[in-house]
């Protein structure tokens, strides 16, 4: 009796060891594809908020109203301080269309700009606008499309101190204007800058 009662207990031990073996790998299974979820789950929401983040830099242009040395304040802008206009302009998505209130006007030459962040990433083609007094030693004349220039401006992140090349030149009055997107969201202040041709009467 007592060799057959050893041997029970010897195959019960080793029936405990196995199962507690298999449960074991069972839930260290489960944990690593919880943790696989989770990583996974991780990177989507880390892509979303970067997602989210492009759009919020994309779409937040406000400014602190502060104007470059040397910019000359219109004197007979069609568009007067406090004047209400629709935004003609897709610089930013829900731009067009919006209903802007002007807080400044100036005149001086606008210019379209490809250039490279100082940030990194791909080149910004055909930014609109950076204006005579934001380029370094721009001088008073018109810069030639295809100049290669030093930007002193800070409308988007990776702008200031960036170098790009002249796309296109327009002698004109520039407006900074306040407005909130048809698409929704908080109120743009000092949006730097639109063009008169980028604005109609309300």
């Given at each position: ?10 195959f019960?031990?080793v ?12 839930t ?15 990177k989507?929401?880390?892509?979303n ?22 910019l ?26 919006a ?23 791909n ?21 030639e499309?295809?100049t ?27 407006y ?8 929704g ?17 309300k």
């Amino acid at each position: 009796m007592k060799p057959k009662r050893l041997f029970i207990g010897i195959f019960t031990l080793v029936l405990m060891f196995m199962l507690a073996a298999c449960s074991g790998n069972s839930t260290d299974n489960s944990t690593d594809k919880g943790s696989k979820m989770d990583h996974q789950n991780m990177k989507m929401d880390n892509k979303n908020s970067d997602d989210k983040s492009m759009d919020m830099g994309d779409m937040d242009h406000s400014g602190s109203g502060e104007i470059p040395a040397g910019l000359k304040v219109a004197e007979n802008p069609k568009y007067k301080v406090g004047d209400q206009a629709i935004l003609k302009s897709d610089h930013m998505e829900g731009m067009n269309g919006a209903e802007a209130t002007v807080v400044g006007a100036f005149d001086t030459i606008a210019y379209a700009v490809t250039y490279t962040p100082t940030t990194g990433g791909n080149p910004v083609k055909n930014h609109k606008w950076v204006i005579q007094e934001e380029i370094k030693d721009a001088g008073d004349k018109a810069l030639e499309p295809g100049t290669k220039v030093t930007m002193q401006a800070d409308h988007m992140e990776g702008m200031d101190g960036a170098t790009g090349t002249i796309d296109s030149a327009e002698k004109t009055t520039v407006y900074m204007v306040d407005y909130t997107p048809t698409t929704g969201g908080e109120k743009v202040t000092n949006h730097k800058w639109v063009t008169e041709s980028e604005l109609s009467a309300k």
